[in-house]
Each structure stands twice: as C-alpha cells, then as structure tokens.
C-alpha cells in the first residue's frame, strides 16, 4: 500500500476487540515512531505502554474513550532539554511528540489494527496515577486492537477540505 493510501485507509476506529496484540507488531509500531523526527533529533519524548489489567484499570479512570481495547499507548513531551527556537523561544517538545504520535498512528494501521488519538483524558489524574509521567505534557492516549466486526469510520470521514481551500501559494 502507498503512503497515500495509508494515509486515507487510517480512520479513528471506536470498536475494538481485546484479542492479545502479537508482541512484533507492538514492536514494529514502536520502531516507526521512535523514527520519527523531532527537533535537532533530542527525542525529548516517552511512549508508555499500557498493558497490564492493573495499569488499562488507570487509564480508564482517566478517559471513558478506551474503546474495548486491552492495550493502550499514552506519548508524553518532556519540555526540558527539548528544542526552544531562539527566535522566540518557542518550546518543540509538544510538537516532536505529535510527530512520534502520528507515526505511531499510521504504523498501527499498517499492522491492520484500529486505534483513535485520545485527547478527552484527565492528564492531572494520569500523572497520579502513574507518577512516572509526572513531568511531562501528556500528548496523546492510543487505545489498540484489532477492530471489531462492527467498526467503521465515522459518516465524515471522507470529507476533506479541497487543496484549493488549505494551500496558499506565495
């Protein structure tokens, strides 16, 4: 499949199974976000993964938007020693783990999964409960498995904005 198809395939799937995951395609998620770009390559980012029956129990505490899925992955942006553009002292740590999360997105549907960028979560309450997230900016929760039966994308999906209406040319 090219990029592009990929990239149009991939849709926010809200149905999943809880069918165990095979360990290499985790594996092979990872590698493509931790391959990811970020900001003079500092990597200023964690990916935790969210898989014991204890930890899915936290997570839910934080997020109803888990989807049925029995493993998650939450990204997280550590702004120290992240790139700051000296021209305005703008901090890229958010915007390297946004990067490392959509790779992380698209390689879970090149690995035929399902899974949703999770925005709607209490990031106080996750920091609580998992004290190693402490001290980053929690970007994003990705609950994955495979998709149930029933999945489909959302009646919007296909609407996109026409090039004509997102590009300006200078």
Not at 9 to 18: E, G, P, Q, V
Not at 52 to 65: F, M, V
Not at 107 to 115: H, I, N, S
């Amino acid at each position: 499949m090219s990029f592009l198809e990929l990239a149009k395939a991939r849709y926010s799937c809200r149905r999943l199974t809880d069918k165990a995951i095979e360990p290499e395609k985790i594996e092979r998620i990872l590698q493509a976000a931790i391959a990811a770009p970020t900001a003079k390559n500092l990597q200023r980012y964690t990916i935790w993964a969210v898989k014991s029956p204890d930890a899915l129990d936290k997570l839910k505490q934080t997020t109803n938007y888990t989807f049925g899925a029995a493993f998650a992955f939450v990204i997280g942006a550590k702004k120290d020693g992240a790139f700051d553009r000296p021209f305005d002292n703008k901090n890229f740590a958010e915007i390297d783990a946004a990067i490392v999360a959509t790779h992380l997105m698209l390689a879970v549907q090149d690995e035929g999964l399902g899974t949703t960028w999770v925005g709607y979560f209490d990031a106080p309450k996750l920091r609580e409960l998992f004290p190693q997230m402490q001290d980053y900016e929690l970007i994003a929760v990705f609950p994955i498995g495979y998709p149930a039966d029933d999945a489909k994308p959302n009646v919007r999906h296909e609407e996109r904005r026409l090039p004509a209406e997102v590009v300006v040319e200078l």
